[in-house]
């Protein structure tokens, strides 16, 4: 079983910008993925980017250029810098850790971007 805790989120004006943290603990040596997701209301939950234990990135089109996946695995963390907001960037972020047996999830952070 992993926990996942995530911090960062918050209100921010176009333009701006803001870094997401997440971290894993538990049985962290089962890892292979984490990664954000977002859900903007009356929408589906998407990924935004997500990295693996060797470092590869997978990162949405919609945010490619402006947002930035990281992670450090000795403290089992990974980060979302969020660059150049945009208000259709407005949604609950949401981490996500996939393991050899399953998927934990964050309890989700608000970023909201304003016009």
């Known amino acids: 079983q992993v926990q996942v805790v995530e911090s960062g989120g918050g209100l921010v004006q176009t333009g701006g910008s803001l870094r997401l943290s997440c971290a894993a603990s538990?049985?962290?040596?089962?890892?292979?993925?984490m990664g954000w997701y977002r859900q903007a209301p009356g929408k589906q939950r998407e990924l935004v980017a997500d990295?693996?234990?060797?470092?590869?990135?997978n990162t949405a089109d919609s945010v490619k250029g402006r947002f930035t996946i990281s992670s450090d695995n000795a403290k089992n963390t990974v980060y979302l810098q969020m660059n150049s907001l945009k208000p259709d960037d407005t949604a609950v972020y949401y981490c996500?850790?996939?393991?050899?047996?399953?998927?934990?999830w964050g309890q989700g952070t608000q970023v909201t971007v304003s016009s």
């Open positions: 996500n850790v996939r393991t050899w047996r399953g998927t934990s």
């Open positions: 538990g049985s962290t040596a089962s890892i292979i993925v």
């Open positions: 990295v693996n234990r060797d470092g590869r990135t």
